[in-house]
């Protein structure tokens, strides 16, 4: 029991890492970064495979606006609140 705790409380806390992620690289790519930078090749690699499976289902170019990032950062802040049911229901 104590493990699954445990699990559920760090995989909350990667998802709410991963949720700055793609904030940050949203803002990022508001301003036309330079794609040699580390860090925006990092997080691009963190956020771009996420944002190719959003886009193969659901169409997110909304008026030259992708909605790709907040489509996911719904998602993530869903399953963050469920796994925080989850534990609560164990406490």
């Known amino acids: 029991m104590i493990v699954l705790i445990t699990f559920l409380q760090m995989f909350k806390m ?3 890492l991963y949720i700055w992620v793609v904030v940050i690289a949203a803002l990022i790519s508001w301003v036309r970064p ?3 930078n580390p860090i925006v090749q990092v ?3 963190l956020t771009e495979p996420i944002y190719m499976y959003i886009r193969k289902y659901i169409p997110t170019i909304i008026g030259g606006i992708d909605l ?4 996911l950062i719904f998602a ?3 399953l963050e609140m469920l796994i925080s049911n989850i534990l609560y229901r164990l406490l």
Do not use: M, T
């Open 34 to 36: 330079d794609p040699y």
């Open 14 to 16: 990667i998802i709410s």
């Open 68 to 71: 790709a990032p907040l489509i």
């Open 76 to 78: 993530l802040e869903f």
């Open 43 to 45: 997080l691009y690699k």
